[in-house]
């Protein structure tokens, strides 16, 4: 197998890459999102793959890693927060720009698949990604096949009831699903920071909250300490049912240090296990786990989105 080129089509920009054989990044370029507007949307993704190819001087395989998921109905992408994407048979719209056969997954799948093949969890069988960031979200890769599910929504977690919910986790947040409670109404970064207020302190972004918690600010490390124990209670919801070696963090929250040892630590009281052995790490790749993940839907073993 040849080069390859992993696209992360993100609602601001787009980031894309070419790989080689090894996994190292060998060229990247990167454009801003034409923000509601499809048809530049297929242009300008297919304009950086022939960029790159150009630089580059390969013909590769390409993978894209966009919002939402490709309905299993019609093929056409929905659930996208991009939303001009949605209703739009976009994996066909780029096969005709582009003239091949391309892959295409799941953000937080393509995050977990990287992760999984060269990342944080390499040489493990089971890999959860987690997605705590604007949203929650996640992705499982199966011995670096990443496991789509019969309604395209494996590893959706965020969207599960929080589990055990004590006096402080009411009265039980409305998410914009149309539901109440949902695990991303209180694991989000802006979840975070709505406890904060709630519990007295002014409205600042989750990133601020971690770092006076770090500085010992009572509030703050009172706020963390409830978002860890909810983030144990949801994980441990996870682990009973597909038992992951490992579990990566990503987005906005995974830069938390304290998360780590604290997470680790409170999970086995939820886990019906006398022992827990999985490991619940920060991902390897960071804000590259996109284009990289994009990339590995062309790895022998990974599953595209049907
Ligand atoms: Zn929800």
Not at 9 to 17: H, S
Not at 58 to 80: E, Q
Not at 240 to 246: A, E, K, W
Request: glycine share 12%.
């Amino acid at each position: 197998m040849g080069a390859r080129i992993g696209i992360d089509l993100g609602g601001t920009k787009i980031e894309a890459a070419v790989l080689d054989a090894d996994g190292r990044v060998t060229h990247r370029a990167r454009r801003a999102t034409p923000a509601g507007q499809y048809d530049a949307t297929v242009a300008t993704v297919a304009g950086l793959v022939k960029t790159l190819e150009a630089e580059a001087r390969v013909r590769a395989s390409v993978g894209v890693a966009t919002p939402g998921a490709r309905s299993l109905v019609d093929g056409r992408i929905k659930n996208a927060n991009s939303t001009c994407l949605n209703g739009r048979p976009l994996k066909e719209d780029l096969e005709r720009a582009l003239d091949r056969e391309i892959r295409m997954a799941n953000d937080a799948n393509c995050f977990a698949l990287s992760e999984a093949v060269d990342g944080a969890g390499a040489g493990a069988s089971v890999v959860f990604g987690v997605i705590l960031g604007t949203g929650v979200g996640g992705g499982v890769v199966v011995d670096r096949r990443i496991v789509t599910g019969a309604n395209a929504i494996a590893g959706e977690w965020g969207h599960n009831p929080l589990p055990l919910p004590e006096t402080s986790d009411h009265p039980l947040p409305l998410c914009y699903c149309g539901r109440r409670g949902c695990i991303e109404t209180y694991l989000s970064g802006p979840a975070l920071a709505a406890d904060f207020a709630k519990a007295g302190a002014e409205r600042v972004d989750a990133v601020e909250i971690a770092r006076r918690a770090e500085g010992g600010e009572p509030r703050a490390v009172a706020a963390m300490e409830r978002y860890e124990v909810r983030l144990a209670r949801s994980l441990a919801g996870v682990i009973n049912i597909i038992d992951p070696d490992v579990i990566v963090l990503g987005g906005g929250l995974s830069n938390v240090a304290r998360l780590y040892p604290s997470v680790t630590r409170l999970v086995p009281g939820f886990v019906f296990s006398d022992e827990v052995r999985t490991r619940i790490v920060p991902p390897a790749h960071g804000d590259a786990s996109g284009v990289r993940g994009a990339a590995w839907l062309w790895n022998e073993a990974a599953g595209e989105v049907r």
